[in-house]
């Protein structure tokens, strides 16, 4: 296959890049900075400029660029910048395919498990209704932002991606140090759920999902095995061998990290992945001790 990414510097980019080219494909990647070679083309999604080139001949677009949304506290131009970088960015795709004459058949568009809002123990699946806050109405538009593509005909998918580990980057990454030194714990009272997916299997649904012909619309790209933060802190910790006692109160995380705390640290989401099961995806780490091993070990 032929296809064209967005974000491919990022931690789940590079993966799947690699995971592509290793596997024979030719991968055309949209570079914010000056291209290096034939294999990259420009875009500015925030100032609407693309290069149209990077899609001709492509069976399939995957886009996964966004501002960072746990990089910094949510100020009113953080969110700005969060809502625009993906909306902006996704309009300006979908709008450039809508156009060819011979478009991309697949659009597989990144969004995220926010999508539901934070909901308890409540099982959510791609038929449960958005839920409330930041987070929640960015996904929303971020999602609308594909229209154009749909209108074309293309098949889209929505990739809701739940908290990708990794000891390269992302959440797991920053939670290390402290847990290395024997300070980590549960935030707040722990019962919060939160849906993780190993960055392997991350990249396995991604390229999965350029060939599932059957799948479409909202996919959630979890593992079958949503835990609690009170059951991922104890099971980190077993992993590498530290206590993990120091928990961090409710008040501490709304005033260290704010509305940004409130939404990514102490909402719950209990996400599903029986979609991408019953479509025929197999995980290599279903569980989270197996996927912590493996990132850790």
């Known amino acids: 296959m032929k296809v064209a990414i967005t974000g491919s510097t990022g931690l789940v980019g590079k993966k799947i890049v690699a995971r ?16 290096k070679d034939q294999s990259e083309f420009s875009w500015d999604p925030m100032g609407g400029k693309i290069d149209p080139k990077a899609f001709e001949g492509a069976d399939a677009v995957i886009h996964l660029a966004g501002e960072n949304i746990a990089s910094k506290r949510w100020s009113s131009e953080q969110k700005a910048k969060i809502k625009q970088s993906r909306v902006k960015g996704t309009e300006l795709i979908a709008h450039t395919i809508a156009i060819m004459d011979n478009p991309p058949r697949t659009l ?3 969004s995220a498990v926010g999508y539901y809002g934070s909901r308890g123990s409540e099982m959510l699946s791609e038929k449960s209704t958005s ?3 930041f987070l929640a109405a960015v996904c929303r538009d971020w999602e609308d932002a594909t229209k154009s593509a ?6 889209v998918v929505h990739a ?3 908290v990708v580990l990794s000891r390269e980057g992302g959440a797991l990454k920053l939670m290390l140090p402290p847990f290395l030194m024997g300070g980590g714990g549960p935030l707040g009272n722990g019962q919060q759920y939160m849906s993780w997916i190993d960055l392997d299997d991350t990249a396995s649904a991604f390229i999965y999902l350029l060939t599932a012909d059957g799948v479409s619309g909202p996919v959630n790209i979890v593992s079958p095995d949503p835990v609690t933060n009170a059951e991922f802190t104890k099971t980190l910790a077993s992993v590498i061998h530290r206590p993990a006692f120091f928990a961090v109160p409710e008040f501490a995380v709304k005033m260290m990290f704010g509305e940004m705390g409130e939404e990514c640290l102490l909402g719950s989401n209990r996400v599903s992945a029986d979609k991408l099961v019953s479509s025929g995806f197999k995980f290599a780490y279903p569980e989270l001790e197996t996927a912590l091993k493996h990132e850790l070990n």
């Open 20 to 35: 592509l080219e290793g596997g024979g494909h030719q991968v055309v990647k949209l570079v914010r900075g000056k291209p």
């Open 150 to 155: 749909e209108h074309k005909g293309l098949r």
């Open 108 to 110: 597989i568009s990144t």
């Open 160 to 162: 809701r991606l739940g």
């Open 131 to 133: 839920g409330k806050g």
